[in-house]
């Protein structure tokens, strides 16, 4: 039977990247799962703090689930929360979905704009399904049940 | 062994699951794959070819790769790519479900709602067809050769040019001829101006190409471009894992991130107006030094 | 830090801050700056790729004047700088900052609103005095440009 940790947090990290439009949408995307799909049991952390060393950030994932976002084929969250000792148990890249969104492309780093905004919506709906189903709340377990 | 259904021998194909043991997905991923190998496809262990990957050389070679992921993390996706393989097809179990409405759940026990579907899945890996154009094999053709480079920087950005072998057009995309044969594909620098590349539009194979005609377009996060092709020739294969993953450009401009090959029918001619590796150079460095700043921002 | 004479540009790295409204303001200062005041000039650096190793920003880094600005006290852009490539020219701490300033709402990090943009105009106007003041100090040539 698979361990269930329904009680700890799930921490959702994006890049931050400050080169992209896309690291923006994959930081808007976490901000909308921590603070509007699923605050009870998401939240986000530093990554520079964890990636430095920073104990009270580490103490924190370290007993827990981290997903990552990245803005970019660098990869850097992914590989940041990695090389902290903590690989993430799910890592998504902004311009997968842009492959299946093409109409989405988001405008500027500072203002990623609407189609921007619809895409880190795409993304937060599928990060909060997957924070269900890692705590073990996932009681749609089929459509139409 | 033929496959009765379509008349296919089976072991055209080759699979490789992902090997999620803590998800319903992965255990379907798993099932699939055990369906296919009653009806001869190979099977590839991915715990096994992580560590021995000259133990499936053979399948690997001889057959169209599927991939087969539970989720979207995409592990067996990521570990053909890693291993450059080209993949033919590729089944996540998750979404494939969630079109026929079951969700897949947390528990690994497959439940009788996703074992109903896994057959009919199997079928269709069985009966598909690659969806993109042939590729050529760079393990058997000349352009395999090691590549070396220069490099200049630009502010914090690195820029790299082969040292000999490829020739480039004004619109920084480059030619690797060998015999009458030919790769087309763009510049280190386009890969890092564009940024992200997300679409790879590819021509036609047999389409007739003139030099400067452009041969295939990308998508980026940030804009469109056309390829412009450097030489004259007749598409014969497009880079069907840059189709897949066009990201390969970033990663890989000069190599694995090859877009066309074409049969080359006026090399000669078209030679005069390309510029060599070190004459790029050259080029490219101021070029990149004026433009950089006012394009990119830094 | 081992610069060549006179570097042309400036380095400005900024933390990640995901997790603070300081951090969201810091990043986009430091975007601002880069885009509208110091267009350029200013090359702002990456946090996470830097932290990765890859692309170059550490390389960079050592190349040219670099400002750090960081959310927090944690400091994690100043203390990657001088991990990886040398000393700070000089560096800001934004939530220091605020409080100089008085600054005792409660910020977005999500949603930034008429004052968190107010704020991160601010702090803009304050790392374009750090920049100014390398230039004036000789530490990078503009060419004429400012």
């Not at chain 3, 490539?85 to 600054?103: A, C, T």
Request: include cysteine; aromatic fraction near 6%; proline fraction near 5%.
């Amino acid at each position: 039977m698979v361990e269930q940790t329904n009680s700890k947090k799930v921490y959702v990290i994006p890049c931050s990247g400050i080169g992209k439009p896309t690291a923006s949408v994959g930081r808007e995307a976490v901000y909308r799962v921590i603070e509007d799909k699923r605050p009870e049991c998401a939240d986000t952390i530093c990554l520079g703090l964890l990636t430095l060393g920073d104990e009270e950030t580490a103490a924190k994932v370290r007993n827990s689930d981290v997903i990552t976002i990245d803005g970019c084929a660098k990869d850097c969250a992914s590989k940041n929360v990695e090389a902290s000792g903590k690989p993430p148990i799910i890592s998504h890249r902004v311009h997968d979905y842009l492959k299946e969104h093409r109409d989405l492309k988001p405008e500027t780093v500072l203002d990623i704009g609407e189609p921007g905004k619809k895409l880190a919506e795409v993304i937060a709906e599928d990060i909060a399904e997957e924070i269900d189903q890692l705590q073990g709340k996932d009681t749609d377990y089929r459509e139409g049940e | 062994m033929a496959d009765n259904r379509t008349g296919k021998d089976p072991v055209e194909i080759v699979v490789l699951p992902c090997s999620g043991l803590d998800k319903e997905a992965g255990s379907a991923s798993r099932e699939i794959s055990l369906l296919l190998s009653e009806r001869g496809v190979p099977v590839v262990c991915p715990v096994l070819y992580q560590r021995s990957p000259k133990k499936y050389e053979k399948e690997l070679g001889a057959g169209r790769l599927v991939v087969i992921d539970g989720c979207k993390t995409g592990c067996a996706s990521k570990l053909a790519a890693e291993r450059g393989l080209k993949i033919a097809r590729k089944l996540t179990v998750t979404e494939a479900a969630k079109a026929l409405g079951v969700k897949a759940g947390k528990d690994p026990h497959l439940t009788e709602a996703l074992r109903e579907m896994l057959p009919s899945l199997a079928e269709e890996l069985l009966a598909s067809e690659p969806t993109a154009a042939p590729t050529v094999d760079g393990a058997e053709t000349a352009f395999s050769g090691a590549v070396g480079y220069r490099e200049f920087s630009v502010d914090k950005f690195l820029f790299r040019v082969p040292v000999s072998g490829f020739f480039f057009n004004e619109n920084d995309c480059w030619a690797r001829v060998e015999g009458v044969r030919a790769r087309v594909g763009v510049s280190d620098y386009v890969q890092q101006s564009a940024s992200d590349m997300i679409f790879f539009d590819p021509p036609a194979i047999g389409a007739e190409v003139s030099i400067f005609d452009e041969v295939g377009s990308l998508e980026t996060t940030k804009t469109a471009l056309d390829i412009i092709s450097p030489v004259s020739g007749k598409v014969t294969s497009v880079n069907q894992q840059v189709v897949e993953a066009p990201e390969l450009i970033n990663e890989d401009p000069y190599e694995r991130g090859w877009a066309v090959e074409l049969e080359l029918t006026d090399f000669e001619s078209d030679r005069e107006l390309l510029m060599d590796c070190p004459a790029y150079f050259d080029y490219l460095k101021q070029k990149a030094e004026r433009e950089h700043d006012e394009l990119y921002g830094g | 830090m081992e610069m060549d004479a006179r570097p042309t540009k400036v380095g400005v790295l900024s933390c990640s801050g995901e997790s603070e409204a300081e951090g969201t303001i810091t990043r986009n200062a430091v975007r601002l700056v880069m885009e509208k005041y110091k267009p350029g000039l200013v090359v702002s650096l990456c946090l996470p790729l830097y932290l990765a190793g890859d692309g170059g920003e550490r390389d960079f880094a050592k190349k040219v004047p670099v400002i750090t600005v960081d959310g927090c006290e944690k400091s994690c852009a100043r203390l990657a700088t001088e991990k990886y490539s040398g000393e700070v020219e000089s560096y800001l701490d934004v939530r220091d900052l605020l409080k100089q300033w008085d600054v005792t709402d409660k910020l977005s990090r999500s949603h930034p609103g008429k004052l968190e943009e107010e704020l991160t105009e601010r702090v803009a106007q304050q790392i374009v005095k750090l920049v100014d003041h390398l230039i004036e100090e000789g530490k990078v040539d503009i060419g004429g440009e400012g």
